[in-house]
């Protein structure tokens, strides 16, 4: 198992390792990361690994039965001591995403009762797969500008976002916008008064660090609302 250093500190952005493990296609095992490997609808972090003259690139970062696997553009032995630096600008404005992606699921979900099923971060813009209450399957432009009023209003309010591992008996009293969809280790980020859920993503400390939240279109996808919208610079 990998020690997964950004649940404890996302603006984490250099650490030193140990590689623990090397398979065929220059990916690697870490004793311990910052790097956040594609889960959740949120892409994987790059930056580099470098043990003494040898810096490699890391192109891609995935999770396998809780061991974060690192693909490198360079040989790193097995054993061998590694410092990691995080592509921190990336980083950043993946965490302003998913933290705006959060905003606007929990307030669609008490405005209209929208259950969120999917999420994706993309390059240019991010989209929330919904299910609507009657098999609706978009907003009017009046309801998604009083989302899009009601979410920036929470981000100006700048309150604390708080991420942890809850007991069992905590989690199971825990006002949870939705059932985790794991049954041990479970992380909950929570969101002023207004959000609460489990989530194992990298988060700002506050809401005021998302920035400006817009939302671009709200149409029919594959029968459900697709939400699709844009956080921070991007905004």
Not at 25 to 32: K, S, V
Not at 66 to 71: E, N, Y
Request: glycine residues 10%; negative net charge.
């Amino acid at each position: 198992m990998t020690e997964r250093l950004y649940y404890d500190d996302a603006y984490l952005t250099e650490f030193d390792a140990r590689v623990a493990a090397v398979r065929p296609g220059g990916w690697i095992a870490l004793d311990r990361s910052a790097f956040y490997p594609t889960s959740g609808g949120q892409p994987y972090d790059t930056g580099t690994l470098t043990e003494g003259e040898t810096m490699a690139r890391v192109t891609d970062v995935q999770v396998e039965d809780g061991v974060v696997w690192h693909r490198v553009d360079a040989e790193l032995s097995e054993g061998t001591s590694v410092h990691g630096c995080i592509d921190w600008p990336r980083r950043f404005e993946h965490m302003q995403q998913h933290a705006a992606d959060h905003m606007l699921a929990g307030a669609a979900w008490q405005l209209y009762g929208g259950v969120t099923i999917g999420l994706h971060l993309g390059q240019e813009d991010s989209t929330i797969d919904m299910e609507l209450p009657g098999g609706r399957t978009h907003l009017t432009e009046a309801e998604a500008d009083e989302l899009e009023t009601l979410v920036n209003e929470r981000v100006q309010r700048d309150d604390i976002i708080r991420c942890w591992f809850p007991t069992a008996e905590e989690l199971s009293a825990l006002p949870l916008r939705k059932r985790p969809t794991v049954s041990e280790h479970v992380r909950v980020v929570a969101m002023g008064d207004y959000e609460m859920v489990a989530c194992g993503g990298t988060h700002p400390r506050t809401t005021g660090q998302i920035g400006p939240v817009k939302i671009l279109s709200c149409t029919p996808a594959r029968g459900k609302m697709r939400l699709r919208f844009v956080a921070g610079m991007r905004a």
